[in-house]
């Protein structure tokens, strides 16, 4: 990989407004690194570049990536912290809110990696994804999350044995994190108790981890998660 001039160099982040998203901007910055953030709310950000952007939405996503790769001058990784979920039994959630879980979990990190590609192969570059415990577990009433992060699991390990030589390909399997992402949830469906999530700027460094790897070296899987994570094994 050819070796940026400053830190991680230029990474873009989807949903870097907040969470985990946002836990990766600020390491990518305090490292020297420059983050370019994609989010459908970039109203509280600062500092940083910036693009609101739906990622359900391909068409719009694929040309914000692009924009983004050119107005930047190149990009160095791809980070797809983007997330949403939506709890509940099968024949209770909505065709609706099922088939948007999937579009962003797994078709916009298909998507923004796709639009992404011309500009990490000229760089060398690096792709995280991130997928979930549920990515390996299957839970009750979690078809939809499951089967997006199943979904992206599967696109990862394909993608690193298409891109192997050319990009780096590293999949990122975080446990539960102290984030906004259980806000809207009912309160059956929310940590009970949050003593045992990790720190998302904990999983942000495993982030910068993969990143700096020297030419040559991949880290193909990570999982990092709280020592009393009820998830896994």
């Not at 953030?37 to 914000?64: H, K, M, N, P």
């Not at 993608?159 to 990122?172: D, I, M, P, R, S």
């Not at 108790?193 to 460094?205: G, I, M, W, Y």
Request: proline share 4%; with cysteine.
């Amino acid at each position: 990989m050819v070796s940026p001039t400053f830190g991680p160099g230029r990474v873009l982040v989807t949903g870097g407004g907040s969470g985990l998203g946002a836990a990766v901007v600020e390491a990518v910055l305090s490292s020297g690194g420059q983050p370019i953030v994609l989010d459908r709310d970039i109203s509280s950000l600062g500092g940083v570049t910036a693009y609101e952007v739906d990622v359900s939405d391909t068409a719009a996503l694929t040309e914000t990536v692009e924009r983004a790769a050119a107005e930047a001058g190149g990009l160095d990784a791809v980070v797809t912290a983007a997330g949403i979920d939506r709890c509940g039994r099968l024949e209770d959630i909505s065709i609706e809110d099922w088939e948007l879980v999937v579009r962003v979990n797994l078709f916009g990190t298909v998507s923004t990696v796709r639009a992404a590609l011309p500009a990490l192969k000229a760089s060398r570059g690096r792709v995280i994804t991130v997928a979930s415990t549920l990515a390996l577990k299957g839970a009750s009433d979690a078809t939809a999350y499951c089967a997006s992060k199943f979904g992206v699991l599967g696109f990862t390990q394909a993608l690193a044995a298409e891109l192997k030589g050319q990009v780096g390909v590293t999949q990122l399997i975080p446990g539960g994190m102290k984030t906004r992402f259980f806000d809207d949830r009912t309160e059956q469906y929310k940590p009970q108790d949050d003593s045992q999530l990790n720190d998302p700027s904990h999983v942000a460094q495993a982030v910068l981890f993969a990143l700096s790897q020297p030419a040559g070296c991949e880290v193909r899987e990570l999982f990092i998660a709280h020592a009393e994570e009820p998830s896994w094994p």
